[in-house]
């Protein structure tokens, strides 16, 4: 793997999706293979699961870390080519990744969306500097329209949830009767206007798999079609939940009319009521949550959250790719 940034980097989700279960299974069996070799994690915005996991990760390959967490610690950046830097913007991106080129071997970064800009964020402004000046590998930690680990993480905990091999000798998967899951990724409320990175990618990483998917959002909330494509789209959030196997909640706000929070009148929020509609679905959430908000106490701390299954694989997705692209370093 020469770079992670989309799904379109994975040459096999499948076999991508089988290392991560072994490396669950056997974290340090790497130990040596980053030995000598430096990643570089650089955060444009707020984390906790992919800055943690990540170091995890990189820990269990025997990686060197350095973290920044640019917003908060680094020179206050400039992203427009050609601008005359006097005002308060002291470093250009494109210097400062020239000297992560210097001590990194691996960059990973974080960079939202701006939500002022649709054009900007949809022609990703900052992670295309940094696939531009880059000279190593770049892995993205979330960027405007993707967060690509995080999706892959959510493959592999619908992988351990559910029996696609049918000549699996599990009793779960010899009484199923539907050959693939119905996955219903469904919008969420919020208080404020939410990138789309999360929505876009599950659904894009969820078109890759054996899956039924299905979208369900209030209307003037599609998301960009160039994400969902032919996918179904709901905005009856009840009719979409019916027999659902997963449920995939999220909040984003609106594409067509960008970042604006079109009304909404029915209750999105997800509760046991409505889970009561599904096949007994296990409900996920790429975290952070606002509970009782995006979704109710009672389904977060339910049984049929695989919510903290869902984060945890977060480091064995992260060490997948980072193994992956060490190979190509090695
Ligand atoms: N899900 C996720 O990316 O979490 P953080 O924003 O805390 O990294």
Known sequence: MK?????SDVENLQEIIKKALQIKENP????????GKTIGLVFLNSSLRTRLSSQIAAQNLGLNILTLNAAQEAWSLEFADGAAMNGDTVEHIKDAIEVLNQYCDIIAVRCFAGMKSKEDDVNESILSQFEQ???VPVISLESATRHPLQSLADCITITENWHFDDSSSSPQAKLSVKSKPKVVLTWAPHIKPIAHAVGNSFAEWMQEMDVELVIANPEGYDLDKNFTKDVKVIHDQEEALKDADFIY??????????????EVK??????????????QGKVMHCLPVRRNVELSDEVMDSKNSIIYQQAKNRIFSAQAVFSEILDELN
């Open 133 to 135: 000046h880059a000279k």
């Open 266 to 279: 029915e209750n999105w929020m997800l509760t046991n009521k409505k889970l009561a509609n599904t096949n």
């Open 28 to 35: 340090l069996s790497e130990t040596e293979k980053g030995k």
């Open 249 to 262: 909640v999220k909040n984003w706000s609106s594409f067509d009319d960008y970042a604006a929070m079109p």
């Open 3 to 7: 770079k992670f940034t989309s799904v």
